[in-house]
């Protein structure tokens, strides 16, 4: 996470889709400074004042030490105690084609 994403926000206004990475991120200490969690994804959601999110980077190989489920698990579990409804920020199954 990088306090920027809040000035992007005030600058550039209202995203109408953001593609946001919740993989990769553990163990924190060797990740933080190139990957982000899921709660920092939620964090950029706010702050860039994005109107729809989707979670991306993750899923496809194991880089890091988290479970391979476990991103879009604790992504719904973030969004959840930021109050963003699940259908405003989710992930797509993989596989799956969403339209916008």
Same mark, same amino acid.
């Given at each position: 996470?990088?306090? /920027?994403? @809040?000035?992007? =926000?005030?600058?550039? *206004?209202?995203?109408? %889709?953001?593609?946001? !990475?919740?993989?990769a ?8 400074p ?15 004042? /994005?109107? @729809?999110?989707? =979670?991306?980077?993750w *899923?496809?190989?194991? %880089?890091?030490?988290? !479970? ?11 969004c ?9 920020f ?11």
């Amino acid at each position: 996470y990088c306090p /920027a994403f @809040k000035d992007i =926000g005030n600058v550039f *206004g209202s995203f109408d %889709l953001a593609l946001l !990475p919740i993989g990769a991120y553990s163990p924190r200490p060797y990740m933080s400074p190139v990957h982000c969690s899921p709660s920092d994804s939620v964090r950029i959601y706010q702050d860039i004042k /994005a109107k @729809k999110g989707l =979670g991306m980077h993750w *899923g496809a190989w194991v %880089l890091t030490a988290e !479970p391979f489920t476990e991103p879009p698990q604790l992504l719904a579990k973030e969004c959840q105690k930021a109050g963003i409804p699940e259908e405003d920020f989710t992930v797509c199954e993989i596989g799956e084609t969403v339209f916008f």
